[in-house]
């Protein structure tokens, strides 16, 4: 009974886990990190193309890693659970990388090459900063 119970969790457990594992997938997560981040900055962050971006991130939103929000013509993407980046830490250390290495990799940058109100808030009208968004 107890047996049975410990391998039904386990496999709970295991499909998020097995849904982030690839470099891809860790590398979309570490670019969108603690904040946002729209797929023309995951472009621009990433290098790759924007459908092979969709493909992942539709992935991670179906197994509940991500939530989107759309905002205008952009939809934003966040890491549901921010203790998810303490896993990739955990992982990195694993692999024999720093906490220090990881955490420079976590987003924070902005792209001149993404035109998202992120990257070039200069598009966005003046009025428009003091609102809060939900
Ligand atoms: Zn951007």
Redesign the pocket.
């Known amino acids: 009974m107890k047996k049975r119970h410990i391998l039904e969790f386990s496999e709970k457990i295991a499909a998020p886990l097995s849904v982030i594992a690839s470099p891809q997938r860790i590398a979309i997560l570490l670019a969108i990190g603690k904040g946002e981040?729209?797929v023309?900055?995951l472009e621009?962050a990433l290098g790759w193309r924007q459908a092979y971006i969709s493909q992942h991130l539709m992935a991670l939103r179906k197994a509940d890693i991500l939530q989107d929000r759309r905002e205008g013509r952009y939809v934003y993407y966040r890491i549901k659970n921010a203790s998810l980046l303490d896993l990739i830490t955990v992982s990195a250390s694993q692999s024999g990388l720093s906490a220090d290495a990881v955490s420079v990799l976590i987003n924070t940058q902005?792209?001149p090459s993404?035109e998202?109100p992120?990257?070039a808030p200069a598009l966005i009208p003046l009025n428009a900063l003091n609102v809060k968004t939900p």
């Open positions: 981040a729209c023309c900055h621009a902005v792209y993404c998202c992120h990257c």
